[in-house]
């Protein structure tokens, strides 16, 4: 989908017309406009008597060439929009797969139309939502409505420089925040701390340094490293040293605006929703290819006559924007099998990391387990889950 794109912002670009390069005929508009304006001057001078009979008889010539000026732009605006077609025909070579009707039981459409819904609600277009819940009868709760609403207020106030509501939202779900492992406050903390820091007030240290004492002290424990290099970047002030500093990422944009996404997946999590919108990974993943993949390989084994037997598994690779990929893609190297949520990837105190089922197979009496890759002897309890 993005090279597709791409190809077509360059047919755009091939066949936008810019001032410079519009000398082939003029804009419909400015000929219509000087044509109405010539017309208008002829009608007032000829009830003035101040009219000629030449310049009279000038005037359909007149209008015949306006006319052709119009005619030449619209004959490069339907050149255009055939070159349009031309390119999308080259760049979608593959068709929409076709399927039985999906919603034509009433429970399906229902579905449909709940999800519909919820996208405008989490888009903030409150109006269109209203109108759809009341014309397709949604049922989605006020409660819910309103937390949707809430959720848009604190990203608009974030997307203003003010972490207040945010904040606020993080401190009365702080213990929601802490099961997840969530650094929300504490980033919201950091956010302010730096725009105090990097303000071109005089005492802008003064007011950093202060607000750090009161409420960096609570996120020692978790972000000691972090708290460290917001604390050792003040050696590097002002914000012109700071930018060619060992800490200037600090000094980045990214520190505040990476502020937005996380607080909504934290918001829609706590409301069980997943971080992204259906439709939108919908259309992510329909558009960038996958159905029209998975249509084929379901061409390809019904002309074979064959099944896949597979629950949780496709049998060919999807293509997947990184944010819309949710499973490990870690092989084993012990095993060389692909690891999955029964039997996920362990990093041992070595550093190196294998499948849970390889990690039990090398382990010896006492849970004693020896790296197959170094020396290092370790314990299997002290094996960490990681996540790809």
């Excluded at 996404?261 to 990974?281: C, D, I, N, W, Y």
């Excluded at 159905?291 to 002309?303: D, N, T, Y």
């Amino acid at each position: 989908m993005d090279s597709a794109l791409k190809e077509l912002d360059k047919l755009d670009k091939l066949t936008s017309f810019s001032p410079a390069a519009a000398v082939k005929s003029k804009p419909i508009e400015a000929s219509l406009d000087a044509l109405l304006d010539t017309l208008r001057d002829y009608k007032t001078r000829l009830q003035a008597g101040t009219l000629s009979d030449a310049e009279l008889k000038a005037l359909p010539k007149l209008v015949e060439g306006r006319k052709k000026d119009i005619d030449a732009r619209q004959q490069e605006i339907y050149g255009t929009l055939s070159r349009y077609g031309k390119a999308l025909d080259k760049l979608f070579v593959n068709s929409l797969p076709t399927y039985q009707p999906l919603f034509a039981s009433e429970e399906a459409n229902d579905a449909l139309e709940h999800v519909i819904a919820i996208h405008f609600l989490r888009t903030g277009r409150f109006a269109t939502a209203q109108t759809f819940i009341e014309e397709f009868n949604v049922d989605i709760s006020s409660e819910l409505q309103s937390q949707f609403v809430e959720l848009n207020r604190i990203l608009c106030s974030l997307r203003s420089c003010d972490i207040g509501p945010a904040l606020a939202w993080a401190k009365a779900h702080r213990d929601f925040l802490v099961s997840r492992s969530s650094p929300l406050e504490f980033y919201l903390h950091r956010s302010e701390y730096l725009r105090l820091l990097l303000s071109a007030d005089f005492s802008a240290i003064a007011h950093a340094t202060s607000y750090a004492r009161t409420h960096f002290h609570q996120f020692y424990g978790t972000q000691e490293t972090e708290i460290q290099r917001l604390m050792a970047c003040l050696l590097y002030m002002p914000i012109e040293r700071l930018k060619n500093s060992p800490y200037s990422e600090l000094a980045s944009d990214s520190i505040h605006t990476t502020l937005e996404p996380m607080f909504a997946t934290e918001f829609s999590a706590s409301l069980g929703m997943s971080k992204q919108v259906p439709l939108r990974v919908v259309g992510d993943i329909g558009g960038g290819g996958a159905l029209a993949r998975i249509e084929k390989g379901l061409s390809i084994m019904r002309s074979r006559k064959s099944e896949w037997s597979q629950t949780d598994e496709l049998p060919i690779e999807v293509p997947l924007p990184p944010e819309n990929r949710y499973h490990s893609v870690f092989a084993c190297p012990v095993s060389k099998d692909q690891t999955t949520e029964q039997n996920p990837p362990m990093m041992m105190s070595c550093g190196h990391v294998i499948s849970k089922d390889s990690l039990q197979k090398l382990g010896k009496a006492g849970g004693r387990v020896k790296c197959p890759y170094c020396p290092t002897e370790s314990r299997m309890p002290n094996a960490v889950r990681m996540h790809f």
